[in-house]
């Protein structure tokens, strides 16, 4: 049974840095897209951010320059390195893992949510 683990959430001030952290358990994950979505109150779930199975990564044009993705393979976690924090930032952000390489698959697999807020 696959799991996904985020901690690393907190509450941060606007210009902080904040690292979250993805365990991921039950499956070899080196080969598959991981991702970072958000939720905001009130609003729908949004892309953050993706790393494919090759490397590769994509982000959100809100987060571009701001937030870093990186993958540990060896140690099955994907992590989101998110500095110069916005208040616009504040979210559930959630990873997920992809049934493919590519990210923009479907997502198969979610964690619980990990909190973010940043107050101005």
């Known amino acids: 049974q696959v799991q996904l683990v985020e901690s690393g959430g907190g509450l941060v001030q606007a210009g902080d840095s904040l690292r979250l952290s993805c365990a991921a358990s039950g499956r070899t994950f080196s080969s598959y897209a991981m991702g970072w979505f958000r939720r905001a109150p009130g609003k729908e779930r949004e892309f953050v951010v993706g790393v494919s199975g090759s490397g590769g990564t994509t982000y959100a044009d809100a987060v571009k320059g701001r937030f870093t993705i990186s993958r540990d393979n060896a140690k099955n976690t994907v992590y989101l390195q998110m500095n110069n924090l916005k208040p616009e930032d504040t979210a559930v952000y959630y990873c997920?893992?992809?049934?493919?390489?590519?990210?923009?698959?479907?997502?198969?697999?979610w964690g619980q949510g990990t909190q973010v807020t940043v107050s101005s």
């Open positions: 997920a893992l992809s049934r493919g390489s590519s990210v923009y698959g479907s997502y198969d697999y």
